[in-house]
């Protein structure tokens, strides 16, 4: 801005001319304001005068450069802190569900040869009293997979909660239709009239639930297993 009173150019904002020291913005003028600049400026006041202006510029340049360089290293420095943060979160693992899915597997294998241990004669009387015993260890053995299923961990795999669950359901009703099946071979090998367990109720509703949850299960892991390289299954394997 240029001073109304000694024409000296102020390239920043302000009150005052960093020249003559008088207010830039317009006001009533005193009659001491007055003499004061009509009176001519001799050489040495006009030299100052070509000084000031340059000191007035050289401040301005200055003044915008920091300002300029302040900002750009704000602008630099600010984002430091967020973007160390998400390095760090980049660099973070991501869960690997291989290991689990192999234990799993590894039970699997073992509940599928509890299966492969029921007699072929399952359901028929002349068969029930012999078929007693090794029903009764297929019944142990479901018992204790129970147990072992719900300690596998599934802290890796995508909804391994569910997919646990449904081997816990899958087992406990294959589990279910062995008691039923078992109890049905006690009672036929004590007495002598005996109908085969083709034909018992309870046996084939726990049969069907059994086979439901065993599908239900299937499902799951076999969406899992062809994704991370694990056998599948058919239903009727367990």
């Not at 301005?60 to 302040?70: H, K, M, Q």
């Not at 299923?149 to 890796?156: P, S």
Request: charged fraction near 20%; include cysteine; glycine fraction near 6%.
């Amino acid at each position: 801005m240029q001073c109304p009173w000694c024409s000296n150019t102020n390239f920043l904002p302000r009150v005052l001319c960093a020249h003559c020291n008088e207010e830039l913005f317009p006001k009533p003028v005193t009659d001491e304001q007055t003499a004061r600049h009509k009176k001519p400026p001799d050489d040495g006041e006009r030299t100052g005068a070509g000084a000031a202006q340059w000191k007035s510029l050289a401040v301005s340049l200055c003044t915008a450069a920091g300002l300029g360089l302040g900002g750009v290293t704000s602008y630099h420095h600010w984002p430091v802190k967020p973007a160390a943060a998400q390095a760090v979160q980049d660099s973070a693992p991501l869960p690997d569900p291989a290991e689990e899915l192999t234990a799993m597997n590894t039970f699997l294998q073992t509940v599928q040869s509890t299966r492969t241990e029921m007699p072929d004669t399952l359901g028929a009387c002349e068969y029930a009293a012999s078929n007693v015993e090794l029903l009764a260890e297929v019944v142990q053995e479901r018992t204790q997979q129970v147990s072992e299923a719900t300690a596998l961990r599934v802290d890796d795999i995508v909804d391994g909660g569910g997919l646990r669950q449904a081997l816990i359901s899958m087992i406990v009703a294959t589990l279910t239709a062995d008691k039923r099946y078992l109890t049905w071979a006690r009672r036929a090998a004590s007495s002598s009239v005996c109908s085969d367990a083709g034909g018992n109720d309870a046996i084939n509703k726990a049969n069907q639930t059994a086979a439901d949850a065993k599908r239900a299960f299937v499902r799951l892991w076999n969406a899992d297993a062809s994704r991370y390289g694990q056998p599948t299954y058919e239903w009727n394997d367990f």
